[in-house]
């Protein structure tokens, strides 16, 4: 995943989940990273945590929910258009 684009982000906050995919001869494959932005005190740039706080925690949930539903949903057309490939051959 380092270096690869996300195909598809849900964030909520300062918390954010990254659908990563992955072709396949069997469909395609997702994973999903999630991590906190954050600023150290005096620094410029963002950085990011796996590490989360009690508050954090249904941020984490609701944004693993969309990326679990997008997949889904994501998989579902896969499907179909591969059935539908597979009758129109």
């Not at 990563?20 to 069997?26: E, G, K, L, R």
């Not at 999903?32 to 410029?44: A, T």
Request: positive net charge.
């Amino acid at each position: 995943m380092p270096g690869q684009k996300p195909k598809k982000q849900f964030r909520m906050g300062l918390v954010v989940a990254s659908v990563f995919d992955q072709p396949t001869d069997n469909g395609t494959i997702f994973n999903v990273g999630i991590h906190k932005l954050y600023k150290n005190e005096g620094d410029s740039e963002w950085s990011r945590s796996t590490s989360f706080n009690r508050d954090d925690l249904p941020l984490v949930a609701k944004v693993a929910d969309l990326a679990w539903c997008w997949i889904h949903e994501t998989q579902q057309s896969e499907r179909a258009e591969a059935r539908k490939s597979k009758s129109d051959a």
